[in-house]
């Protein structure tokens, strides 16, 4: 009987098979791809000019020259300028009178406006928030009208009154604060309405509990709904404090000139001028990084602070 001799191949064939990234390293690559526009915006219109500014602090800086190093020169400039040193005080002098107006005034508005006895809240809700969105350079210009020494709405109801004399309130520099903390309620739309959301968010249990106790109204809200919403008012405090650092438009548009109008020399101002209309970027570098200084240091100061007053209902 015949038989086969033939060999048969035992070994398989090899077949390239593609490797494939696993679901995690996919979920990252793309996670990447989607935040890539903002991470190049990061570096390319936050990072990369930080780092430029802080290489001409340090410099002579001047548009049209050569940049010549000067180490510490507009550093030991800066602290012996008497405009500069003016317009630090201008800027922490009316932070002291408008910080506690930005926060007391949309807080009591909150409390007025999530009152259960107040008729058409929402209209009223409404009404209260629309100045925010309202274009800031619009709404200065009004505010500058009503104003008005001369002509203006808010003197001339003064002289209904029986005030004869009314004040100049942007011309004079005595009322020049006055004027802006006026001009600043006009955007206290978004404060009211942070804090009226935290106000809504109080467990009613707590006002049933206290009024069972006997306590009246004014009680409850100190008692109660301070500590309750004291994150959202520290929240809103931090940020008035960083943007009254940056108080920049509303002193643009009132004033002409820092020297012969030093009531609104704002520092952020004086930093605007000293760059663009004096072309000194070398100086105008250190003034900012002075102004992130300022700014970072009473930003850790009220985070050390909130420590002994802010309530956090999942923490101590």
């Given at each position: 009987?015949?038989?086969?001799?033939?060999?048969?191949?035992?070994?398989?064939?090899?077949?390239?098979?593609?490797?494939?990234?696993?679901?995690?390293?996919?979920?990252?690559?793309?996670?990447?791809?989607?935040?890539?526009?903002?991470?190049?915006?990061?570096?390319?219109?936050?990072?990369?000019?930080?780092?430029?500014?802080?290489?001409?602090?340090?410099?002579?800086?001047?548009?049209?020259?050569?940049?010549?190093?000067?180490?510490?020169?507009?550093?030991?400039?800066?602290?012996?300028?008497?405009?500069?040193?003016?317009?630090?005080?201008?800027?922490?002098?009316?932070?002291?009178l408008?910080?506690?107006?930005?926060?007391?005034?949309?807080?009591?508005?909150?409390?007025?406006?999530?009152?259960?006895?107040?008729?058409?809240?929402?209209?009223?809700?409404l009404?209260?928030?629309?100045?925010?969105?309202?274009?800031?350079?619009?709404?200065?210009?009004?505010?500058?009208?009503f104003?008005?020494?001369d002509?203006?709405?808010?003197?001339?109801?003064?002289?209904?009154?029986?005030?004869?004399?009314?004040?100049?309130?942007?011309?004079?520099?005595?009322?020049?604060?006055?004027?802006?903390?006026?001009?600043?309620l006009?955007?206290?739309?978004?404060?009211?309405?942070?804090?009226?959301?935290?106000?809504?968010?109080?467990?009613?249990?707590?006002?049933?509990?206290?009024?069972?106790d006997?306590?009246?109204?004014?009680?409850?809200?100190?008692?109660?709904?301070?500590?309750?919403?004291?994150?959202?008012?520290?929240?809103?405090?931090?940020?008035t404090?960083?943007?009254?650092?940056?108080?920049?438009?509303?002193?643009?548009?009132?004033s002409?000139?820092?020297?012969?109008?030093?009531?609104?020399?704002?520092?952020?101002?004086?930093?605007?001028?000293?760059?663009?209309?004096?072309?000194?970027?070398?100086?105008?570098?250190?003034?900012?990084?002075?102004?992130?200084?300022?700014?970072?240091?009473?930003?850790?100061?009220l985070?050390?602070?909130?420590?002994?007053?802010?309530?956090?209902?999942?923490?101590?």
């Open positions: 009987m015949a038989t086969h001799t033939g060999t048969i191949s035992t070994t398989p064939a090899v077949q390239s098979v593609p490797r494939r990234a696993s679901l995690q390293q996919q979920q990252r690559r793309w996670g990447l791809i989607f935040i890539s526009p903002w991470i190049i915006g990061f570096f390319l219109f936050t990072a990369f000019p930080m780092a430029a500014s802080f290489y001409f602090s340090f410099t002579n800086f001047t548009i049209g020259q050569p940049i010549v190093w000067v180490g510490l020169d507009n550093w030991k400039t800066l602290f012996s300028d008497p405009l500069t040193i003016q317009a630090l005080q201008v800027t922490f002098r009316f932070g002291l408008a910080l506690p107006v930005s926060i007391i005034f949309p807080l009591l508005m909150a409390a007025l406006l999530n009152s259960k006895y107040l008729i058409g809240k929402p209209f009223f809700r009404l209260f928030y629309m100045p925010y969105i309202v274009p800031a350079i619009s709404g200065i210009f009004i505010w500058q009208a104003l008005n020494g002509s203006g709405w808010l003197n001339r109801i003064l002289r209904t009154l029986g005030i004869s004399d009314p004040p100049s309130w942007i011309q004079n520099p005595a009322y020049i604060n006055t004027a802006l903390v006026l001009i600043g006009w955007g206290v739309g978004n404060a009211m309405l942070t804090m009226m959301a935290g106000m809504q968010g109080v467990p009613t249990e707590l006002y049933e509990a206290a009024r069972v006997g306590a009246g109204p004014a009680t409850q809200f100190r008692r109660i709904t301070l500590p309750m919403i004291s994150p959202v008012i520290f929240y809103n405090i931090v940020l404090a960083i943007g009254l650092m940056q108080y920049f438009t509303i002193p643009y548009v009132l002409t000139n820092a020297r012969s109008d030093p009531s609104t020399n704002f520092i952020n101002l004086l930093l605007f001028r000293t760059a663009f209309e004096y072309h000194n970027m070398g100086y105008a570098s250190s003034m900012a990084w002075l102004i992130f200084a300022l700014g970072l240091a009473i930003t850790i100061g985070f050390a602070l909130a420590r002994r007053w802010v309530y956090y209902a999942s923490g101590d």
